[in-house]
């Protein structure tokens, strides 16, 4: 999240281009001049791109937000009382989805504060607001980051796994994760204050003193985009390569080792961690999709510091692309409710268990029937010769038994 310091007059010296939060945020972290006030609003609304990227905010980001906070609230309902919760990485999931639910009110905050008249941020929500703010980003990364982590341990060490992973202990590890961000991030409520910006000629959240400045402008900047794209992008992309490998070779050493001596709890106990390896992977993958060009641009944007400045019309192009990127990484944390109905069958028949209890009546019917007919036992055609059971859950087990 960037900010770049141009206001009329700055020289190359003022200009600055910081780490992500301005990406989101798109309201100044280290300077006093948002991204909207690089040049002239006027002059930049002759350009189309620039007139697209507003409309891409003002349309999309409410939509965005809207369903969010949605998702995640009813994944949150999901996920904790139920059975599901005894899962640990369901623990995870449901940290995720509450910081994601913090995050998408932040992205609505940040979108009031565009409209003339509607300021949010006040000398008591400054510096509130942006420790939330980040908090939240970070601690919903670096716990999906935990997450995977232990999913990978959990599939390479099955036997254990039982021992070393819990609902308790992935409860402790979420605590754990929270303390350390919240000490990373809390300098925000220290240093924050609303000061005075002659360029805008309005009040404006910044840091405050010469010490504050430089670690905002100089520090923050690159710890910020570890923490919340390169450290979390490169993991989750090593961890997610080595959880695949380890799946391949737990199925093909089950097919040539185990055959014809699994039981239907192993089959089901198996297929439930399969599940749950497919939903990980699943919502990783979107992260990494659409979270990583925010770890490219990052990167690139202060190479082009001065191409941006060049021209109006570079201004409203590199607007319209930051816009673009923005909005990708506030969708990550906007479907995953998406995901997990997607990926997870455990997820929708605890959902429906919840919302619609009455549309898993018939197939409750249907698998009691199914297991009585499969516990019924007959006889041929011939009275006296032989009985043939079928036992409950068998394959094609059939016992003949001379009369």
Known sequence: METLDIAQGNNSENSHVTSMAWSFTRQPI????????LADDAALLRYTEFRVALWIDYIYVPICASFGIAGNLLSMRVLLPSRMSESSTCVYMAAMSASDIIIQICNILFLVRKFEGHEVLTTGS??????????SIHSNVIVMVVMTAERYLAISHPLQAGQWFSKRKAQLAVVVTWVLVLMIDLHHLIIRRMDWNDALQMEVCVPVGATSKYFTEKIWPWLDGALYCYIPFFSVLIFNILIVHQMNVSNKFRESNIRGGRTETADKQSEQNRQITIMLLLVTCTFLLLVGPM?????????????????????????LVRTIINNLSYTNHAINFILYSLSGNRFRREFTLIFCPCCLKDEKANKQQEKKEKTTTWTTESPGTCITVVLPDSTSSVYTVNA
Not at 30 to 37: D, G
Not at 126 to 135: A, V
Not at 306 to 315: I, P, V
């Open 126 to 135: 400054c510096g509130l607001i942006y420790f939330l703010f980040f908090f």
């Open 30 to 37: 280290v300077t006093e001049v948002p991204f909207n006030y």
């Open 295 to 319: 770890a490219v641009i990052i990167v690139v944007e202060r190479e082009i510091a001065g191409w941006m400045q060049a021209s109006n019309y570079n201004q409203a192009l590199f607007h």
